[in-house]
């Protein structure tokens, strides 16, 4: 189990240095682009590549907001952050979402300007390449950002890339718009402008919103939540379960869970069962991080009983004394203290020569029996029952309805250890 946990935090560990990585792979490949429509701009006076080099300067903010976030991810939880700093990179994103949301206003109004102007374009074919080529780096750059972002589960990066995506289309309106110009063509610059605007902007406000969310410990999608419960639910051992909670933390998600089990499991047990839980969820859903799970003891009000008996008679079969080789057991259901049903069945194993005891245990767990009634009990057999969490009581009666009777009215001995050495 240590084991376990010291390679899981390796992996997370493993994952924050891919995210940094990234992070400064964009800030460089946004500075370049920045350089280059600067310049392309100022040689060619075109004023649309101009703003395009300062939307990319802007690209540069939010990229080094995810780089310092993930850098700081990385620190390792204390007394003062007991959870870690996983939320630096939410705040981050946020920072993000409100640069980017930013951006689109403004390029919103500033279509809304272009309409009624009419750009003059020197050296096009320059101002044409360098547009070409940045939409083209800049839809690179986004693949690349979305690829590890799943990869991590990084919102910063997720939110990165679909602003690099963002940085295609604003590419694009740029090549149009210098192409345009150079045919005198009014209005269209602004109008796609305003489109593309209009595009960038919902990135911008659904990334705050998940940002904003993120910070407020929103829960994460409801299927998520429905397959955490169905995996603790398929847990042997679970009764049931109740006030499980998830919170996204940065790239990571932290959960809590209450779980039933029955109350005469010992502590190793209870112990076992939720060791179990946490492996399975951390196993099949890779970016929970901590999963806390809270043991509460559980009675049922309904059980199925299994009695050895001699004949099948329904409830006036006499009891029997053996377990592993008694002919029939029968098979009670119960509920609220009330009979529901019964049916026997034989014995299959009562003739075998070795193990009879054990491969009967197998048997009536096949028959879903959380409740056995006997006389005696082998170690081996006493041991593999209560693994399983069936519980045990000693036969008082001398036939079925009388040791029924008794157990309702709760006057059976539970046995907490095997009445002989062998079955």
Same mark, same amino acid.
């Given at each position: 189990?240590?084991?376990?946990?010291?390679?899981? $935090?390796?992996? /997370?560990?493993?994952?924050?240095?891919?995210?940094?990585?990234?992070?400064?792979?964009?800030?460089?490949?946004?500075?370049?682009?920045?350089?280059?429509?600067?310049?392309?701009?100022?040689?060619?006076?075109? &004023?649309?590549? !101009?703003?395009?080099?300062?939307?990319?300067?802007? %690209?540069?903010?939010?990229?080094?907001?995810?780089?310092?976030?993930?850098?700081?991810?990385?620190?390792?939880?204390? #007394?003062?952050?007991?959870?870690?700093?996983?939320?630096?990179?939410?705040?981050?994103?946020?920072?993000?979402? @409100? !640069?980017?949301?930013?951006?689109?206003?403004?390029?919103?109004?500033?279509?809304? =300007?272009?309409?009624?102007?009419?750009?003059?374009? =020197?050296?096009? @074919?320059?101002?044409?390449?360098?547009?070409?080529?940045?939409?083209?780096?800049?839809?690179?750059?986004?693949?690349?950002?979305?690829?590890?972002?799943?990869?991590?589960?990084?919102?910063?990066?997720?939110?990165?890339?679909?602003?690099? &995506?963002? %940085?295609?289309?604003?590419?694009?309106?740029?090549?149009?718009?210098?192409?345009?110009?150079?045919?005198?063509?009014?209005?269209?610059?602004?109008?796609?402008?305003?489109?593309?605007?209009?595009?960038?902007? /919902?990135?911008?406000?659904?990334?705050?919103?998940?940002?904003?969310?993120?910070?407020?410990?929103?829960?994460?999608?409801?299927?998520?939540?429905?397959?955490?419960?169905?995996?603790?639910?398929?847990?042997? $051992?679970? #009764?049931?379960?109740?006030?499980?909670?998830?919170?996204?933390?940065?790239?990571?998600?932290? $959960? +809590?869970?209450?779980?039933?089990?029955?109350?005469?499991?010992?502590?190793?047990?209870?112990? +076992?069962?939720?060791? =179990?839980? +946490?492996?399975?969820?951390?196993?099949?859903?890779?970016?929970?991080?901590?999963?806390?799970?809270?043991?509460?003891?559980?009675?049922?009000?309904?059980?199925?009983?299994?009695?050895?008996? /001699?004949?099948?008679?329904?409830?006036?079969?006499?009891?029997? #004394?053996?377990?592993?080789?008694?002919?029939?057991?029968?098979?009670?259901?119960?509920?609220?203290?009330?009979?529901?049903?019964?049916?026997?069945?034989?014995?299959?194993?009562?003739?075998?020569?070795?193990?009879?005891?054990?491969?009967?245990?197998?048997?009536?767990?096949? #028959?879903?029996?959380?409740?056995?009634?006997?006389?005696?009990? $082998?170690?081996?057999?006493?041991?593999?029952?209560? %693994?399983?969490?069936?519980?045990?009581?000693?036969?008082?009666?001398?036939?079925?309805?009388?040791?029924? %009777?008794?157990?309702?009215?709760?006057?059976?001995?539970?046995?907490?250890? =095997?009445?002989?050495?062998?079955?």
């Amino acid at each position: 189990m240590a084991l376990e946990e010291e390679a899981d $935090g390796m992996n /997370k560990e493993t994952d924050l240095k891919m995210g940094v990585k990234a992070s400064l792979i964009s800030i460089s490949i946004s500075l370049f682009l920045a350089l280059a429509k600067g310049i392309a701009g100022f040689l060619s006076g075109s &004023l649309v590549l !101009i703003s395009d080099a300062l939307e990319s300067a802007s %690209d540069i903010i939010s990229g080094l907001a995810s780089f310092f976030s993930l850098k700081l991810s990385q620190r390792k939880p204390n #007394e003062k952050f007991p959870y870690g700093y996983y939320k630096a990179e939410n705040i981050s994103a946020l920072f993000i979402s @409100i !640069i980017i949301t930013y951006g689109a206003i403004k390029l919103l109004f500033d279509g809304y =300007q272009r309409i009624f102007a009419l750009a003059t374009i =020197q050296h096009p @074919i320059i101002s044409l390449t360098v547009a070409a080529s940045s939409g083209l780096v800049a839809f690179v750059n986004s693949a690349y950002l979305k690829r590890v972002s799943k990869e991590i589960n990084s919102q910063s990066l997720d939110i990165m890339s679909k602003d690099r &995506l963002k %940085d295609v289309f604003v590419s694009f309106i740029v090549f149009i718009t210098i192409l345009l110009s150079n045919y005198k063509i009014p209005y269209i610059e602004g109008l796609i402008t305003i489109i593309i605007s209009m595009i960038v902007l /919902k990135f911008g406000l659904f990334s705050l919103r998940d940002s904003i969310f993120a910070l407020m410990d929103v829960s994460p999608d409801k299927i998520l939540v429905k397959n955490i419960e169905k995996q603790i639910k398929l847990t042997p $051992g679970v #009764e049931s379960l109740n006030n499980l909670k998830l919170r996204r933390s940065g790239p990571f998600i932290f $959960g +809590e869970v209450s779980i039933k089990i029955k109350k005469f499991a010992n502590v190793n047990k209870a112990h +076992e069962i939720a060791d =179990q839980i +946490e492996r399975k969820v951390k196993k099949r859903f890779k970016d929970v991080n901590s999963f806390t799970i809270h043991i509460e003891p559980y009675e049922s009000l309904k059980h199925k009983v299994a009695i050895p008996i /001699k004949k099948p008679k329904g409830l006036d079969s006499v009891v029997v #004394e053996h377990f592993g080789r008694a002919d029939y057991f029968l098979f009670v259901e119960t509920e609220r203290k009330s009979i529901r049903r019964f049916y026997s069945k034989p014995n299959p194993n009562k003739s075998k020569s070795v193990r009879a005891g054990l491969s009967t245990v197998h048997f009536l767990l096949k #028959e879903k029996v959380d409740i056995l009634i006997t006389k005696e009990i $082998g170690e081996i057999s006493f041991h593999s029952m209560r %693994d399983n969490l069936i519980d045990i009581y000693k036969i008082k009666g001398r036939t079925a309805k009388e040791v029924i %009777d008794n157990f309702l009215k709760n006057k059976l001995e539970r046995l907490t250890k =095997q009445t002989r050495k062998k079955d």
